[in-house]
């Protein structure tokens, strides 16, 4: 899993560094399946439950899921990348929003506070605290600033599958969740919209937007519960 996640970070970087206005997501899905490849491992995305391309591409309003194709990226817009590797069986995934070009402050701000969020997050990714206590320093500080978490879509544990127990949600539902022990591995991912948390999701039947249409951001590791704390294996360096 730590080779997969740094397959996922390399990818993910040079995703950011091709980011630019003109570019299509298709151009940038094809960037992203040669880096897969070149760093030896598989794409985990394509195929995914019919899922036709390696990554996902979400523009502004999108939350999740986007399937890359002929759209240019414009100045101003952000863009969430998602993608997952294999190596040898084992998986990693992970996501960030980046933008195109200068962007307005709003959406600096947001991207600010979806990574932050994330760290807050991973750092309650501790052995005898339980899952929602993620689900709560993620939600506390994104609604502390203004800001919504989405409810219908939420991380979860990775490992010899990209979907495993447990779900780890954004926010903290009824009921408990499962103490964390050494050696769980999760996939935590806040998504945060500028707007409502309502998100609905498109005729591609992927597709997942703002129900207001206002902006969403994403950003995703994947990490190691470990007795002296958590190791984030998606980490570029």
Known sequence: MRRAGRV?????????????????????????????????????FQGLYGYPANICASINDEVV???PGPRRLRPGDIVSFDLGAVVEGCYADGAITVGVGEIPAAARQLLQVTREALARGIAAARSGRRVFDISAAIQRYAEAAGYTVVRDLVGHGIGREMHEAPQVPN?????SSAVMRPG?????EPMVNEGASEVVRGDDGWTYRTRDGRLSAH??????VLADGPEIFTRAG
């Open 184 to 188: 769980l591995t999760l996939a935590i």
């Open 171 to 175: 926010f903290v539902p009824s009921g």
């Open 8 to 44: 996922v970070a390399v990818a993910l970087a040079r995703l950011e560094e091709a980011t630019a206005p003109g570019v299509t997501t298709a151009e940038l899905d094809a960037l992203a399946e040669s880096v897969i490849t070149a760093e030896g491992a598989q794409s985990a």
């Open 65 to 67: 899921h986007g399937i």
């Open 219 to 224: 950003f995703e590791h994947t990490v190691a």
